[in-house]
C-alpha cells in the first residue's frame, strides 16, 4: 500500500509540474489550454494505466495475463487484486515519468517554433542540455532503461523553464474591427457575438463593454439591458474616473433621446454624483441635472423646433458696451481698468468685473491677449451659467478676428463653441460664421490655383 501511495504521490506531482509549464506556454487561450492538456494526460498517463490493469486482470478477451504471479494466484482462486495493486506502483512511477519526459519534449518543440529571438534559443538549449548531460547518463547508467523517463525529464525541464520566456505571446489587446464591419452591414447578432468574443479575452475591456451597450440601445431596443450593462461597468474596480462620467452620460443620453424618460436619464446622472462625489464630473452631473426637464411632457415641448434670430458674433460686444458703458478716453479707460483689479483682488471670482475688465482691455487698451486670458479664465470657472460662458466664448472669437487677425485662432473657439454648447444662438452663430470662413477658404484655393 506505501508504495502505491508514493507511486501515486509521484505522478501527481510530476502532473502538476507539466500542468504549470503547459499553462505558461498557452496563457492566452483560456478554457482551450485546459482541454488540451486534459486531454494530453488521459492519453499518455490515464489510459495506459488502465490498459495495464485490465490486461492483468484477465478482463480483456483473448489476452492473457502478463505477470505470471497474478495469473497463478488468480487460477488457484486466491486474492490476485494485491499483487495486481503492487505491479501497478512501479508501473506507475515509470509511466509518469516517460509520460514528463514526452511532455516537455513537446514542449521544446513548441517553444523552438514560437520564439523570435532563435539566436539566443539555440545558446541557451545548446548550454544547458550539454551542462545536464552528464547529470542525465548518470541516471541511466545508476537505474537502466526503467530511468530513461527521469534522466529525459532532468536533462528538459532547465531548458524548457529558460527558455519558455522566449516563446511566450504577449496579450494583444482586443480588436472590434470585425464586430464594427458586422455592424456597417447591418448583422447586429454577429456583431453582438464578435464583440463577446473579444470579452472573453479581456473582460474588463471599457471600449468593449460600451460597444455591447450601444449594440442593446439602438439596435436591439432594449434598453434595459443597456441600462444594467452601462451599471455593472462602473461597479468594476478597474474602471477609472472619466470613463463612469463618459459612460453614464451617455446612459442619460439614450433614456432622453430613446425613451422619452427624464427621471431615468436625472437617475443615471445622479449615479455619478454618488460614485465621484466631489468631483468636477459630479459638478458637470449636478449642472446636466438642473437643466433636465422634470416630465416627458416638458421634454417634448423643449425639443419642438423653435425660430429665433442668430445673432452676429459682434453682438456679444455690443451688449457688453450697452450694459458697462466704455471709458472715452484711453486716460478714463486706465482708471476704470484700475478699479476693476482692485475688485478682483478682492474677489477674484467677481464674474462681472472680470468680464468688464477684459472688454476694456480689448476695446479701449488694445490688449486683445490679455483680455481673452480674463475670458479663459472665467470660462474655467465653475457652475457657469451656458448662456454667459457661450456668451465669452463667442466674445474671444470676435476678439481673435476683429483685433488679432488670426481667423486660425477663431476657428478653434467657434468650433468648441459649437461642440460644448451646441443649443446655444452663439453655437448657431458659429456654426454659421464657419461655413462663411470654409467658403471664403475654398474661393482663395480656387483663386490661387486659376492664378
Known sequence: MAAILSSLAIAAMLVLLAREYW?????????????????????????????????????????????????????????????????????????????????????????????QDRGEFRAQVVFWGALLLPVAGLIFYLLGPSGLGLALLVWLLSSVHLTLPLARKQSLPPSYARAVAR??????????????????????????????????ANHFNDLPEADRTIR?????????????????????????????????????????CGRLPGTHF??????????????REELREQQKPKTFKLPALSDELEETQADAPMASNPREATAQADRLVERLKFDPNDAEAREQFATILAECLGETELAIEQLDLLLAMPDQPVRKSAEWLARSAAWQMKHRHDPAAARVRLERLVREFPQTPQAFAAQRRLNLMEVDERFRRARLQTE
Request: with cysteine.
Open 23 to 115: 499553462f505558461r506556454l498557452f496563457d492566452t487561450e483560456g478554457p482551450t489550454a485546459h482541454r488540451q492538456f486534459f486531454r494530453w494526460t488521459c492519453k499518455g498517463l490515464v489510459i495506459p494505466i488502465v490498459v495495464w490493469i485490465l490486461i492483468n486482470s484477465g478482463l480483456v478477451p483473448g489476452m492473457p495475463i502478463l505477470l505470471p504471479e497474478i495469473a497463478l494466484t488468480k487460477s488457484r482462486g486466491g486474492n490476485w487484486i494485491q499483487p495486481l495493486a503492487r505491479s501497478c506502483a512501479p508501473v506507475l512511477a515509470i509511466t509518469g515519468l516517460y509520460w514528463a519526459a514526452i511532455t516537455f519534449g513537446w514542449l521544446q518543440a513548441l517553444i523552438a517554433v514560437r520564439v
Open 183 to 216: 455592424m456597417k452591414f447591418g448583422k447586429y447578432k454577429d456583431a453582438e457575438r464578435e464583440v463577446l468574443v473579444e470579452l472573453e479575452k479581456s473582460a474588463d475591456n471599457v471600449e468593449g463593454w460600451m460597444m455591447l451597450a450601444d449594440l442593446y
Open 232 to 272: 455593472e461597468l462602473c461597479s468594476q474596480p478597474n474602471i477609472i474616473s472619466i470613463q463612469v462620467s463618459l459612460a453614464l452620460h451617455r446612459l442619460a443620453d439614450w433614456h432622453l433621446n430613446l425613451a422619452q424618460n427624464p427621471a431615468s436619464a436625472r437617475s443615471a446622472l445622479e449615479e455619478i
Open 282 to 295: 459630479a459638478r458637470m452631473a449636478r449642472q446636466r441635472i438642473d437643466r433636465l426637464p422634470a416630465t
